[in-house]
Each structure stands twice: as structure tokens, then as C-alpha cells.
């Protein structure tokens, strides 16, 4: 569990600089064969660049140098061409805290210091890693009346920081609880100060005084998953992260009732968003708690949008359609292919829902892919479209199949394995989803598609 709890907190951290490096080196370059002395060689390009005149700049331009430093070096070992390597990477962000270190001495030299040169002073030391120090410079500089607000609060989020890390979260409480109280917010400095303390809380193991910040984590995710139109995947990632950690958060301070609505709320946001990694992750949470499989119930408020459209390349026994067109009907969409066994063991079952509630309104579309081969020989376009009407056919199959070139389609629902089933109903809402050919999850999708076919469409 702790361990679950650590990968969610990981998961809601903002991307070190380091990660930047690392990413595009490594979506570009092979790692060197060389190892360190390949390191140590570009290391050797870092030391050739000047830094600037620190005994005589304003104390904005020491920690801007100094703050900026690593991630110079790494677009330009991405540029260049650099190979990842894990030593140089460490070599580099310790070459950035040693200038910190160089450039706040500098600075502190000039004592006494006031005004905004403590906050940098603050600055310097906190990505020095001295975290005591620059909690100091940091609350002279957040006391002093003076202060601009903007730089005020900026300064407060990173007081929280230093002091999460030094375990002070009564500190850490105090200043964020300061912040709150001053101009301007931004919600993304919130949601970090809760993460930190949420972290801090954890590493502790209260997580009673963990939950409250954690509830917090969990209510920004929401609110900047659906306010900034991020697509399914993110938007399912981001409630999931933060959902989870709530969750366990919860189920650790003995709130078990609340943890299991959470969950529960994660599913039935799957069903609206839609996606089915959302609801698969949501549901194995839900099983690992101990709680059975059930309907997740209604959140209030929450209304789920169009479902997307299908990218359809080929229609096989069935004429082109769009989901759009299918308003007043009940849709069943099945993903699956015919090399996967739970979806042969799940099709027959479907087909019988499509005999007894087509004349009720149930339309049944599969949707699998193009592969280039089936049965383990290689296959053309036409042989393909062949053999998947022959199957069909033999498996006395009454609806159409549609075939796409890709995964669009697939990716735009979030699934992320199959058989997966989404259920629509006549509104044109996402009602219900299965994600395996479990016996019990088939009985839930004709449950649902009875209850939905006998709704009116109005």
C-alpha cells in the first residue's frame, strides 16, 4: 500500500527539468555505449560555460543563472545529440547546486539584506538544497510588509516546500493556510502545497492529517480535468492519480465508507468521460478494497457528454453509420478481435442480446481493426475483409462489424484491453461499460441494456 501511495504521489508531481532531458534524449538517442566516460566528456562542455559576473549582479540575475542552469545544458545535450546517461545527468544538476550555493554566498555577503534579494537569497539556497536556510530567508522575506503580493505568495509556496521536506508541517500547515488568506491564488500552487503536505503526512504515516489535503488533490484534479477540455486520456489519468490517492488515503485513516465512494465516483466518471482504462483501474482499486462488483451509482451533477464517433475504415454487414445517426436507439459497441479468446467466449452472449432486443431498439456494432494477418499467415486487405465476413458467418453472428485502420477509435474510449463493451443509451449518453468476458460483468450488461431499451427516449 505504501508503495501504491508513493507512485500516486509521483504521478501528481510536477516534472523535474532533469525529466526533460532524460525524455527527449531517450525518445531520440540511443544510450551511449561509452557509459561514463561519455558522461564525463560532455560533462566536460558544462564547465566551458561562463556563468555571469555573481560578485557584482542584482540578486534576481544570481538565482535566474543559477535556476536556469540545468535545463540549459540539457536542451543542449538533447541538440547535440547527446546520449542519456544517467551520470552526467546527476553531474549536471549537481553543477547547478554548487553555482546556487556560489551565487547565494555572493549574495548573503551583502547583509544586511532586505526586500526581494531574500527572497532570492531563499531561492538560491532552496535549490542549493539547503532547505533549513532557505526556509529562513523565505519567512523574513514573506514577513516583511513590503513584500509584492505576487512574490509574497510565490515565496509562501516555496516555504511550504522547504519545510514539507524538513518534516515542519505544522509550518507548512501555517503558510498555507496564508496563503489562502492572501492575493493573488493560483490553483496550480495549491494543488502543489497540498500534494507536499499530503506527501509529508504520508511519509509520516498520519494519514488522518493526510486525507483533508488529499481531498483537496482529488477536488483540483476534477475541477482542471473538465475546465481545460483535456482529452479523455489525460482527463482519466489525472482523476485516477488523484482519485486513487484519496482512496487509500481515506482507507489508511479508517474512513473505509468515504474511500469506497470515491472509487465509486471514479467509475461512474469513467462512464461519463467515457473511458474504459479509467473504469479498469477504478474497478480493480474497488476489487483490491474488498468491496464486490456492482453498478457504480449516478454522481450528482455530473452529466456525460457525445460519446466520440467512430473512425470506421470498412463496414462488413452493415451499412455505414454514425453514432450521431443512431439517436432514439440503444448502441452496444463491442471491441474485440477475433485472435482474442474471452471476446469468442463473450460474442455468442451479445448475439443473443441483439436477437432478443432488436426489434426493441438495441443496435449491436463490433468494432476490431485491420492486422495485416489472422491465424498466423500474413494476409491482404481483401483477404482480411474475407476471412472476418467467413467468421461471421460461422459463428452465425446477426449484427455488423465495423474494421478501422488504427486504434483511434479504441484510444478515444480508453481502452486499453479487450473485450470491452461500451452501452449508450437513446439520449446519446455513455450509460455503462464492461471491460472483460466475465460471466458476472455480462449478466450487469444485460441488465443494463433491458433497463435502457424499456427507457423512452425523451
Given at each position: 500500500m505504501k508503495g501504491f501511495l508513493k507512485h500516486a504521489l509521483a504521478s501528481l508531481a510536477v516534472t523535474a527539468c532533469a525529466l526533460c532531458y532524460a525524455a527527449r534524449a531517450q525518445s531520440g538517442v540511443k544510450p551511449s555505449p561509452e557509459g561514463d566516460g561519455a558522461a564525463a566528456a560532455a560533462s566536460t562542455k558544462t564547465a566551458d560555460v561562463k556563468s555571469v559576473d555573481a560578485k557584482t549582479v542584482d540578486a534576481k540575475t544570481l538565482y535566474e543563472d543559477a535556476s536556469a542552469y540545468a535545463q540549459r545544458h540539457f536542451d543542449e545535450f538533447a541538440k547535440n545529440g547527446v546520449p542519456f546517461d544517467k551520470t552526467l545527468e546527476a553531474r549536471t544538476l549537481q553543477e547547478q547546486k554548487d553555482l546556487a550555493l556560489r551565487n547565494v554566498s555572493y549574495l548573503v555577503a551583502r547583509e544586511p539584506l532586505r526586500g526581494t534579494d531574500l527572497y532570492y537569497a531563499g531561492m538560491l539556497y532552496a535549490l542549493a538544497s539547503k532547505n533549513d536556510t532557505a526556509l529562513k530567508f523565505l519567512?523574513?522575506?514573506?514577513?516583511?510588509?513590503?513584500?509584492?503580493p505576487d512574490l509574497g505568495q510565490r515565496a509562501r509556496v516555496a516555504a511550504v516546500q522547504q519545510a514539507a521536506l524538513l518534516s515542519l508541517t505544522d509550518d507548512a500547515e501555517k503558510t498555507l493556510?496564508?496563503?489562502?488568506?492572501?492575493e493573488p491564488r493560483v490553483p496550480a500552487d495549491i494543488y502543489r502545497m497540498h500534494a507536499l503536505l499530503a506527501d509529508a503526512y504520508i511519509k509520516k504515516g498520519d494519514y488522518a492529517r493526510a486525507a483533508p489535503h488529499a481531498r483537496e488533490i482529488y477536488a483540483s484534479a476534477l475541477q482542471t480535468a473538465?475546465?481545460?477540455?483535456?482529452?479523455?486520456?489525460?482527463?482519466?489519468?489525472?482523476?485516477?492519480?488523484?482519485?486513487?490517492l484519496l482512496a487509500n488515503t481515506l482507507s489508511r485513516s479508517k474512513q473505509r465508507a468515504e474511500a469506497v465512494r470515491?472509487?465509486?465516483?471514479?467509475?461512474?466518471?469513467?462512464?461519463?468521460i467515457p473511458?474504459?482504462?479509467?473504469?479498469?483501474?477504478?474497478?480493480?482499486?474497488?476489487?483490491?478494497s474488498g468491496e464486490g462488483l456492482g453498478l457504480p451509482p449516478p454522481v450528482e451533477g455530473m452529466e456525460a457528454g457525445a460519446p466520440p464517433e467512430l473512425k470506421v475504415s470498412e463496414w462488413i454487414e452493415q451499412q455505414?453509420?454514425?453514432?450521431?445517426d443512431l439517436r432514439g436507439k440503444v448502441v452496444l459497441i463491442?471491441?474485440?478481435?477475433?485472435?482474442?479468446?474471452?471476446?469468442?467466449?463473450?460474442?455468442?452472449?451479445?448475439?443473443?442480446?441483439?436477437?432478443?432486443?432488436k426489434e426493441s431498439g438495441l443496435v449491436v456494432l463490433g468494432l476490431t481493426e485491420f492486422e495485416g494477418s489472422a491465424e498466423g499467415r500474413d494476409m491482404t486487405r481483401a483477404e482480411e475483409k474475407e476471412y472476418l465476413r467467413r467468421f461471421r458467418r460461422r459463428q452465425g453472428i446477426g449484427y455488423g462489424f465495423g474494421v478501422e485502420d488504427g486504434k483511434e477509435t479504441a484510444r478515444s474510449y480508453g481502452v486499453v484491453s479487450i473485450p470491452t463493451t461500451v452501452l449508450i443509451d437513446r439520449k446519446g449518453r455513455v450509460r455503462f461499460l464492461t471491460i472483460s468476458g466475465s460471466d458476472f460483468e455480462f449478466d450487469a450488461l444485460a441488465s443494463m441494456v433491458r433497463k435502457l431499451v424499456e427507457e423512452p427516449a425523451r
Amino acid at each position: 500500500m505504501k508503495g501504491f501511495l508513493k507512485h500516486a504521489l509521483a504521478s501528481l508531481a510536477v516534472t523535474a527539468c532533469a525529466l526533460c532531458y532524460a525524455a527527449r534524449a531517450q525518445s531520440g538517442v540511443k544510450p551511449s555505449p561509452e557509459g561514463d566516460g561519455a558522461a564525463a566528456a560532455a560533462s566536460t562542455k558544462t564547465a566551458d560555460v561562463k556563468s555571469v559576473d555573481a560578485k557584482t549582479v542584482d540578486a534576481k540575475t544570481l538565482y535566474e543563472d543559477a535556476s536556469a542552469y540545468a535545463q540549459r545544458h540539457f536542451d543542449e545535450f538533447a541538440k547535440n545529440g547527446v546520449p542519456f546517461d544517467k551520470t552526467l545527468e546527476a553531474r549536471t544538476l549537481q553543477e547547478q547546486k554548487d553555482l546556487a550555493l556560489r551565487n547565494v554566498s555572493y549574495l548573503v555577503a551583502r547583509e544586511p539584506l532586505r526586500g526581494t534579494d531574500l527572497y532570492y537569497a531563499g531561492m538560491l539556497y532552496a535549490l542549493a538544497s539547503k532547505n533549513d536556510t532557505a526556509l529562513k530567508f523565505l519567512n523574513r522575506f514573506v514577513e516583511d510588509a513590503s513584500a509584492p503580493p505576487d512574490l509574497g505568495q510565490r515565496a509562501r509556496v516555496a516555504a511550504v516546500q522547504q519545510a514539507a521536506l524538513l518534516s515542519l508541517t505544522d509550518d507548512a500547515e501555517k503558510t498555507l493556510a496564508a496563503y489562502a488568506r492572501s492575493e493573488p491564488r493560483v490553483p496550480a500552487d495549491i494543488y502543489r502545497m497540498h500534494a507536499l503536505l499530503a506527501d509529508a503526512y504520508i511519509k509520516k504515516g498520519d494519514y488522518a492529517r493526510a486525507a483533508p489535503h488529499a481531498r483537496e488533490i482529488y477536488a483540483s484534479a476534477l475541477q482542471t480535468a473538465y475546465a481545460d477540455k483535456a482529452g479523455p486520456s489525460r482527463r482519466a489519468d489525472s482523476i485516477y492519480a488523484a482519485g486513487a490517492l484519496l482512496a487509500n488515503t481515506l482507507s489508511r485513516s479508517k474512513q473505509r465508507a468515504e474511500a469506497v465512494r470515491v472509487i465509486q465516483e471514479m467509475r461512474a466518471r469513467a462512464i461519463a468521460i467515457p473511458s474504459a482504462g479509467l473504469y479498469r483501474r477504478a474497478t480493480e482499486l474497488l476489487l483490491d478494497s474488498g468491496e464486490g462488483l456492482g453498478l457504480p451509482p449516478p454522481v450528482e451533477g455530473m452529466e456525460a457528454g457525445a460519446p466520440p464517433e467512430l473512425k470506421v475504415s470498412e463496414w462488413i454487414e452493415q451499412q455505414p453509420v454514425r453514432l450521431a445517426d443512431l439517436r432514439g436507439k440503444v448502441v452496444l459497441i463491442d471491441f474485440w478481435a477475433t485472435w482474442c479468446g474471452p471476446c469468442r467466449h463473450t460474442i455468442p452472449k451479445i448475439n443473443a442480446l441483439h436477437r432478443k432486443y432488436k426489434e426493441s431498439g438495441l443496435v449491436v456494432l463490433g468494432l476490431t481493426e485491420f492486422e495485416g494477418s489472422a491465424e498466423g499467415r500474413d494476409m491482404t486487405r481483401a483477404e482480411e475483409k474475407e476471412y472476418l465476413r467467413r467468421f461471421r458467418r460461422r459463428q452465425g453472428i446477426g449484427y455488423g462489424f465495423g474494421v478501422e485502420d488504427g486504434k483511434e477509435t479504441a484510444r478515444s474510449y480508453g481502452v486499453v484491453s479487450i473485450p470491452t463493451t461500451v452501452l449508450i443509451d437513446r439520449k446519446g449518453r455513455v450509460r455503462f461499460l464492461t471491460i472483460s468476458g466475465s460471466d458476472f460483468e455480462f449478466d450487469a450488461l444485460a441488465s443494463m441494456v433491458r433497463k435502457l431499451v424499456e427507457e423512452p427516449a425523451r
